[in-house]
T-cell receptor
Framework: GIQVEQSPPDLILQEGANSTLRCNFSDSVNNLQWFHQNPWGQLINLFYIPSGTKQNGRLSATTVATERYSLLYISSSQTTDSGVYFCAVSQAGTALIFGKGTTLSVSS | EAGVAQSPRYKIIEKRQSVAFWCNPISGHATLYWYQQILGQGPKLLIQFQNNGVVDDSQLPKDRFSAERLKGVDSTLKIQPAKLEDSAVYLC?????????????FGPGTRLTVL
């Protein structure tokens, strides 16, 4: 099956810093999503991005499908950005396969 | 548009007891998924439904887990009897029936503790 690797596993930042999270996947996919899991366990959809670049406020994401990786950029981080960030992929019509996540801690 | 609804949010049971979780997907979403998330890991698929038919249940421990999706809308996941290792968050997700665009949306989850 498809393997999904996320890096770094843990990230500690001061408020206002920028960060880049990486997701590598082992096969071609039709779907790639980034999620933020908040302290209450809710998975919040950040981006649906099987290819290309998208931006939403302080967050942006880029997927290079031909090279099988995706990047999530967080600029001017805030304490509310803390939590676990998951990358997940799927092929046509199948369920998502998740990476192990990146745990982000932002301190004030 | 209402999101994916799940209940209960929390459940504590003794091992060997039974438990059931309920999920109501986003209106119009034909595909429904149940995932299990063990602490410190990413969610993993248990079962996938397309309308009321099973698409993938290869990872479902069928000796103790069962799931159904009546009339292609709501779904129920049951564990009987529960084991200590079933302690996890059970997440329900749904997506449109579209092989080219199948963004999945998740409910708040049910946190199960087996004592």
């Amino acid at each position: 099956g498809i393997q999904v690797e996320q890096s770094p596993p843990d990230l500690i930042l001061q408020e206002g810093a920028n960060s880049t999270l990486r997701c590598n996947f082992s096969d071609s996919v039709n779907n790639l999503q980034w999620f933020h899991q908040n302290p209450w366990g809710q998975l919040i959809n950040l981006f649906y991005i099987p290819s290309g670049t998208k931006q939403n406020g302080r967050l942006s994401a880029t997927t290079v499908a031909t090279e099988r990786y995706s990047l999530l950029y967080i600029s001017s981080s805030q304490t509310t950005d803390s939590g676990v960030y998951f990358c997940a992929v799927s092929q046509a019509g199948t369920a998502l396969i998740f990476g192990k996540g990146t745990t982000l801690s932002v301190s004030s | 548009e209402a999101g994916v609804a799940q209940s209960p949010r929390y459940k504590i049971i003794e091992k060997r007891q039974s438990v059931a979780f309920w999920c109501n997907p986003i209106s119009g979403h034909a595909t429904l998924y149940w995932y299990q998330q063990i602490l410190g890991q990413g969610p993993k698929l248990l079962i996938q439904f397309q309308n009321n038919g099973v698409v993938d249940d290869s990872q479902l421990p069928k000796d103790r887990f069962s799931a159904e999706r009546l009339k292609g809308v709501d779904s129920t996941l049951k564990i009987q009897p529960a084991k200590l290792e079933d302690s996890a968050v059970y997440l329900c997700a749904s997506s449109r029936r579209d092989r080219r665009y199948n963004e999945q949306f998740f409910g708040p989850g049910t946190r199960l503790t087996v004592l």
